[in-house]
Antibody, heavy 117, light 111 residues
Framework: QLEESGGGVVQPGRSLRLSCAAS????????IHWVRQAPGKGLEWVAL????????HYADSVKARFTISRDNSKNTAYLQMSGLGAADTAVYYC????????????WGQGTLVTVSS | QSALTQPASVSGSPGQSITISCAVT?????????VSWYQQYPGKAPKLIIY???KRPSGISNRFSGSKSGNTASLTISGLQAEDDADYHC???????????FGGGTKLTVL
């Protein structure tokens, strides 16, 4: 199970940190991604962190503004977001990549981030 | 740069079969073999229903099947039921920067 928190309303240009608490599985065996969905739109991949935290990748739309991290001792992943703009308004999902399949086999319920003045 | 293209909407009547296409444009051959499909109800998180083009996770109905022809992957739902009324998203590998790419999503309406 994955559970996101930290969403809310934030002013343009400000920062926000999302958390993703994992339970029920061996967290440090799995790569974790963040995927977002703007209101009424499709899914957009945002970032990846490898199981050990050594590999990180970002979508071009968030590169240099967002930072993904994890604390395996706390079974938690994070997404630090800065320089937020209206285009970042979305539900943000924490997602587990299956360790054998090239697919996302577990999704959190999502947390809504609204960027508005 | 990789891209996945889905129809915006499809519809069908209960008992019928429908197919949702996902056209893959990519220079990475893996993109054509690693397509996954997700079902999403309004206000809910997506759920994996097909991975690696045509494989079903445990617990997914065999009414859902995946296939591939050329550069197009497809999701077929047979024996349509009211509960299949949802959004469906395809996904695959992208390139070295955009690691995963999603299609725009398809709204399935069960008439």
């Amino acid at each position: 199970q994955l559970e996101e928190s930290g969403g809310g309303v934030v002013q343009p240009g400000r920062s926000l940190r999302l958390s993703c608490a994992a339970s029920g599985f061996t967290f440090d065996n799995y790569d974790i991604h963040w995927v977002r969905q703007a209101p009424g739109k499709g899914l957009e991949w945002v970032a990846l962190i490898s199981y050990d935290g050594n590999i990180k990748h970002y979508a071009d739309s968030v590169k240099a503004r967002f930072t993904i991290s994890r604390d395996n001792s706390k079974n938690t992943a994070y997404l630090q977001m800065s320089g937020l703009g209206a285009a970042d308004t979305a539900v943000y999902y924490c997602v587990r990549q299956n360790d054998a399949w090239a697919a996302f086999d577990s999704w959190g319920q999502g947390t809504l981030v609204t960027v508005s003045s | 740069q990789s891209a996945l293209t889905q129809p915006a909407s499809v519809s069908g009547s209960p008992g019928q079969s429908i197919t949702i296409s996902c056209a893959v444009t990519s220079s990475d051959v893996d993109s054509y073999n690693l397509v996954s499909w997700y079902q999403q109800y309004p206000g809910k998180a997506p759920k994996l229903i097909i991975y690696e083009v045509n494989k079903r996770p445990s617990g997914i109905s065999n009414r859902f099947s995946g296939s591939k022809s050329g550069n197009t992957a497809s999701l077929t739902i047979s024996g349509l039921q009211a509960e299949d009324d949802a959004d469906y998203h395809c996904c695959s590998h992208g390139d070295n920067t955009t690691l995963r790419v999603f299609g725009g999503g398809t709204k399935l309406t069960v008439l």
